[in-house]
């Protein structure tokens, strides 16, 4: 049974999401406090987290700050309806997808089982590889990163970005596919996901010593560079 961690200050929200998350199959634990929220997080196993962003004590950008610490947990963050900022933000500081309040419940229960299928190794790739490129390699067999001598943090979300990238490397990859491929849905109008992973990755990269191997084929997607220039 797949484990639903839910961490929002909205007890009345919380319980009736809980129920229905319950009935749709997934072990849900509530955790209305920030705080314990990241206790339970060190504690017991989680699927995917589910995290709001307005809460009083700490708000959800803290709350993935300290989480992205120890933990590349699945996050799918809560925000507002409409509020492109607290999109960008939760992405920039590692969430792996979004959704604006008030949602659709079967939307997400879609999207959380999108999102652990993407998670898990065990499903998407029929047979485990290892690929190397640009002194970047990555195993399918678990899910790692490294650069040379150094392990690379990244989220499953940015692990399925760069499969797809380094896979096709030299080939134009389109924000669409791109979108299907690591998001799990169609690309919607003004959805800036995969721009934010892509930048997410760069960055990661660039701190490792990696750059400029990742080019933006503007307005239409990007491609892996086959060698380092």
């Not at 929220?37 to 989680?46: C, E, R, W, Y």
């Not at 933000?89 to 999102?115: C, H, M, S, T, W």
């Not at 990859?173 to 491929?181: F, I, V």
């Amino acid at each position: 049974m797949n484990k639903v961690l839910i961490i929002d200050d909205d007890v009345d929200l919380t319980k009736i999401l809980g129920e229905y998350l319950s009935l749709q199959g997934f072990e849900v634990t509530i955790e209305n406090n920030p705080t314990l929220g990241l206790d339970a997080v060190k504690s017991k196993p989680i699927d995917v987290l589910l995290l709001d962003i307005m809460m009083p004590e700490m708000d959800g950008f803290e709350v993935l700050k300290k989480l992205r610490v120890f933990s590349a947990l699945p996050v799918i963050m809560l925000t507002a309806k409409g509020d492109d900022f607290d999109k960008i933000l939760g992405l920039e500081n590692g969430a792996d997808d979004y959704l604006p309040k008030p949602f659709n419940q079967r939307e997400l229960v879609a999207r959380i089982n999108a999102l652990i299928r993407r998670s898990d190794p065990q499903q998407g790739f029929h047979v485990p590889q290892q690929i190397s490129m640009h002194n970047i390699v990555l195993s399918e067999a678990d899910y790692s990163v490294s650069v040379g001598t150094d392990q690379l943090e990244v989220t499953s979300t940015e692990f399925l970005l760069l499969i797809q990238l380094m896979k096709n490397a030299g080939q134009l990859q389109t924000k669409e596919s791109l979108s299907k491929a690591v998001l799990g849905r169609n690309l919607s109008a003004f959805d800036r996901s995969i721009d934010m992973h892509v930048s997410n990755v760069r960055k990661k990269l660039s701190e490792l010593g990696v750059h400029d191997v990742i080019k933006t084929i503007r307005g239409t997607g990007y491609l892996m560079k086959m060698k380092s220039s």
